[in-house]
């Protein structure tokens, strides 16, 4: 199996910072896209940031300038650098990874969300 855990979540001032981790662990052969969705109250889920194999990224146009997402292939994990907060980044941060597992099956993995609060 597959699993996903995400850290970092909390409650901020508007303006602050936040940094959302996002861990993959077990039997993994490769990972290939990895990416970041938010759901706020009343709200669908929608992309913040992904980010490929290769380090090709892209950003909703809500979050370009104020978000960078990056990522360690060797210690599978991926951030979410989040800067210049603002109340309407609030939501449940979930993380995905679409993953080649080791019997060679391939599906997208998701983690069990962190809550992000900005405070106006």
């Known amino acids: 199996q597959v699993q996903l855990v995400e850290s970092g979540g909390g409650l901020v001032q508007a303006g602050g910072s936040l940094r959302l981790s996002c861990a993959v662990s077990?039997?993994?052969?490769?990972?290939?896209?990895m990416g970041w969705y938010r759901q706020a109250p009343g709200k669908q889920r929608e992309l913040v940031a992904a980010?490929?194999?290769?380090?090709?990224?892209n950003f909703a146009d809500s979050v370009k300038g104020r978000f960078t997402i990056s990522r360690n292939n060797t210690k599978n994990t991926m951030y979410l650098q989040m800067n210049s907060l603002k109340a309407e980044d609030t939501g449940v941060y979930y993380c995905?990874?679409?993953?080649?597992?080791?019997?060679?099956?391939?599906?997208?993995?998701w983690g069990q969300g962190t809550q992000v609060t900005v405070s106006s």
């Open positions: 980010i490929t194999s290769a380090g090709s990224t």
């Open positions: 077990g039997s993994i052969f490769s990972i290939h896209s």
């Open positions: 995905y990874a679409d993953v080649t597992k080791t019997d060679w099956r391939r599906k997208d993995y």
